[in-house]
């Protein structure tokens, strides 16, 4: 099992939809979860991080935690064009603090 | 600004001709990585420095090796590259790994 896991994709969501994009991890220790928006050829963005079981909202942007479950999410409202990206989750994992990255999933915002 | 400045943005380098990339940082951050992207692949880490402290990956070629000469740049040494080493290198820094990690623009690394 991959430390962090995310569907490839692409995922095609209509302008002004809602996209949902999934991860899981597999260390159950893990207290830090971070979402970074990578743009072809260009480095990875910090755009959300989440420690806490729950949501947690910036802007258009809505992270979602359950370590239970061992899940973590990030939710786009009204998806723009220029949302259309890669995006890389990523955990803190807990036994030596290094992040780990899934290999992220593929957005793509239908104009 | 504080940020973090890789250079160069593009590298073309011989098959087998040692090649450095480098990195600064203005954010005064004490743990410094060096990361190899290939396409449409996870970013892989290949070292880090906290502070002094140099950390490898026990997967990481022998042919990859780093240096930090003071808290603002690391440097990336590849003595060998070879064809399979043609990536993007991201160097990112972070204050103890708390609030993640800072990342400069890339390095684009050709080996011909």
């Known amino acids: 099992q991959k430390e962090v896991e995310q569907n490839s994709g692409p995922l095609s969501v209509p302008e002004g939809a809602i996209a949902s994009l999934n991860c899981t991890y597999s260390?159950?220790?893990?207290?830090?979860f971070f979402w970074y928006r990578q743009y072809s050829g260009k480095s990875p963005e910090l755009i959300m991080f989440?420690?806490?079981?729950g949501d947690k909202e910036d802007g258009r942007f809505t992270a979602q935690l359950n370590k239970a479950s061992q899940y973590v999410s990030l939710l786009i409202r009204d998806s723009q064009p220029s949302d259309s990206a890669t995006y890389l989750c990523?955990?803190?994992?807990?036994?030596?603090?290094?992040?780990?990255f899934g290999k992220g999933t593929r957005l793509h915002i239908l104009p | 600004d504080a940020m973090v400045i890789q250079n160069p943005r593009y590298q073309v380098t011989q098959f087998g001709k040692p090649v450095t990339l480098s990195c600064s940082q203005t954010?005064?951050?004490?743990?410094m990585y060096w990361y190899q992207q290939k396409s449409s692949q996870a970013p892989k880490l290949l070292f880090h420095?906290?502070?002094?402290?140099?950390?490898n990956e026990a997967d990481t070629p022998d042919n990859f090796q780093s240096r930090r000469p003071n808290t603002s740049f690391c440097f990336l040494d590849i003595r060998s590259p070879g064809l399979g080493d043609a990536a993007m290198y991201l160097c990112a820094t972070s204050n103890s790994g708390l609030y993640g990690y800072t990342f400069g623009s890339g390095t684009r690394l050709t080996v011909v």
């Open positions: 954010l005064n951050h004490n743990v």
């Open positions: 260390d159950r220790g893990s207290q830090s």
């Open positions: 420095y906290y502070d002094k402290d140099f950390n």
């Open positions: 990523a955990v803190k994992r807990n036994r030596d603090d290094k992040i780990i």
């Open positions: 989440i420690y806490s079981n």
